[in-house]
């Protein structure tokens, strides 16, 4: 799956965080592969920014390592390799844009003033205005060119979309998919927007209570699991039927009589087949029970409200 | 470097610009002020008379100095407080700003490293620290020389000169940025900083204040009897006494404080055959400057050691983060990155 030759654009073995007795990371293994667009989802104080921020080296571990394409975070390689959007976007107020382009070009060796004028001039920013006269979104939008500039092999963007107009944030996506797909660059975006990410990553890192609770390619995370639909067992509190496996259930949902609930798929068994149920489940082959592959806003959904899982799931 | 120096500039600029216009408008009152003291000087034909040693109360002694003493405390003053102004309006700011702005995460994630853009930074700040102390240094000890140490003038032990001029006040105005930058660094946000940094340094105003004259030995002057005492001239006093034929040495504050007839009764009474008084000859002032420029340099130097250190790579502490190191666990957590 892995070429052990390339090395990984992040890497992180028993990572943790502590701030002032509280752990907001703790035990983290991460193995992102380079060149894949990951989305970082979890609640919020999970550790997506603190995770980030360790990648960005603008935090110091508390306990394990990281690595971002095999280099310690903070060293002038590692800082090269990466560019980081922080999540409060913040940049010098009283610079003129073409300022902070300006201190993107002083202070990096490798430098894209095209490209970081063009996402400006796509938002229609006059590069005399003042960062402090421009809007929040206008302001994400400069930021983000002062991070693509930069081309860096590894993007970590901290909630890049959260403050743009749904025309900005669609311009934007497909600005990061085209570098992504054009030049390899690795993306790293926590966001909390689930349904636009089905077409954004491939990749997908689930932080929960400052672990991993799920890692994987989307595709094979996806077709690892199944999404039930069907008519609530009256005796059952779950409403799942009696002979179900508890043991594969992510998390169920009741809805009046109907049970929603995405389950883990057996390896071997395959996707989920459209088969009711199917004894892959442990379900009985009921016509009244719908298997399906789910929807990756389910998938994170339903492992996000699981309450707490017993292991770390990984299918990468 | 260079990219990281174009930073330090473009954001300093601003308070390098203003902080030169207010030193030249400074150094034009001075100018000015100097020179129609001078004008007087050379009209009375003055004779500085040095400390207490008699009547100098001529009308042009008196013109002189009225005319001059208070814009030379004035500027003395402007002096003395220059490492705190310093300190709290430029060293604060000068990391804490962009740590409480989060735009030091915009720095630092650049191609410079943490340790060059704080080097940048700070190194532009000392320069015109140093710079601007230097002129105010040089415009005090140049305006205050022809009437120093003169009867009802400034003399070189005041606040308004010694703290004013000489390479103590320069060392200290650097001290001054120092502490607010490391204030900044440590407390991340800057108007705490700024608070830390004027306690600071007024601590150091207070212990170097007190403790100042215990570094070194002054001078006693012993006359034996009633035999008049030296005139103290420009010297500091640090108090007087009587001695006893063993040598011992006893305070005016606790015996004799008379003069005339009494004193001779009074010294007869305890036995003491001459008075002492310890003093500074005005030639000490070099001592203590130098005394103090270098505890002064020691503290910039620990400091920037310090700030250094907070702002060491991560990378240099990989083999501290493992869980097994429960010791450093402990400091990296508390000298957490910016």
Known sequence: MKDPTVAAALQAARLGREFRGRWALRGCDVDLPAGRVTALVGPNGAGKSTLLQLAAGLLRPTTGRIRVHGHAPGTREAREATAFLAQEKPLHLRFTVADTLRLGRKLNRRWDQALAESLVRAGNIPLTARVGSLSGGNRTRVALALALGKRAELLLLDEPLADLDPVARHEITGLLMYQAAEHGVGIVMSTHVLAELEDICDHVLLLKDGAVRLSGDTGELLDAHTLLTGRADPIETDGLPHAFDRSTVVHATTTGRQVTALVRTPPGSGAATGSPGGAATGAPADPRWIGETPSLEALLLAHLRAPRPDRTEAAA | ?338
């Open chain 2, 1 to 338: 470097m260079t990219g990281a120096l174009w930073l330090a500039w473009r954001q300093q600029r601003l308070q390098i610009v203003i902080g030169a216009v207010l030193l030249l408008a400074v150094t034009a009152w001075v100018v000015h002020m100097r020179s129609e003291m001078m004008t007087l000087i050379d009209a009375y034909g003055f004779v500085p008379c040095k400390g207490w040693n008699g009547d100098c109360g001529n009308l042009g002694t008196y013109l002189i100095l009225d005319g001059s003493t208070g814009s030379i405390r004035a500027l003395g003053l402007l002096g003395f407080a220059l490492p705190a102004l310093i300190g709290v309006f430029w060293g604060a700011p000068l990391l804490g700003r962009e740590i409480e702005s989060g735009t030091a995460k915009l720095a630092l994630t650049q191609g410079i490293g943490a340790r060059s853009w704080f080097a940048a930074r700070f190194g532009l700040a000392a320069l015109c620290t140093v710079a601007a102390s230097t002129v105010i240094a040089a415009l005090v000890a140049w305006w205050w020389a022809p009437v120093s140490n003169t009867l009802y003038g400034l003399y070189w032990h005041d606040v308004a000169i010694y703290n004013a001029t000489g390479p103590a006040s320069v060392a200290c105005a650097l001290l001054g940025l120092t502490t607010g930058t490391a204030a900044g660094l440590l407390v991340r946000r800057v108007l705490p900083a700024m608070a830390v940094t004027a306690v600071a340094l007024g601590t150091v105003f207070v212990f170097t204040t007190y403790f100042r004259r215990g570094w070194v030995a002054p001078e006693t002057r012993v006359t034996p009897g009633t035999t008049p005492k030296e005139l103290i001239g420009s010297a500091w006093s640090k108090g007087y006494g009587y001695l006893t034929p063993d040598g011992r040495e006893h305070s005016i504050a606790d015996f004799c404080q008379t003069s005339g007839a009494p004193l001779k009764k009074c010294m007869a009474e305890h036995g003491f055959v001459a008075r002492y008084h310890k003093v500074y000859p005005s030639s000490d002032f070099w001592v203590f400057q130098w005394i103090e420029t270098v505890l002064y340099l020691g503290a910039v130097a620990a400091l920037i050691a310090l700030i250094l250190f907070v702002l060491r790579r991560p990378a240099g502490n990989t083999a501290a983060a493992r869980p097994t190191d429960s010791g450093t666990t402990a400091a990296t957590a508390a000298t957490a990155g910016v």
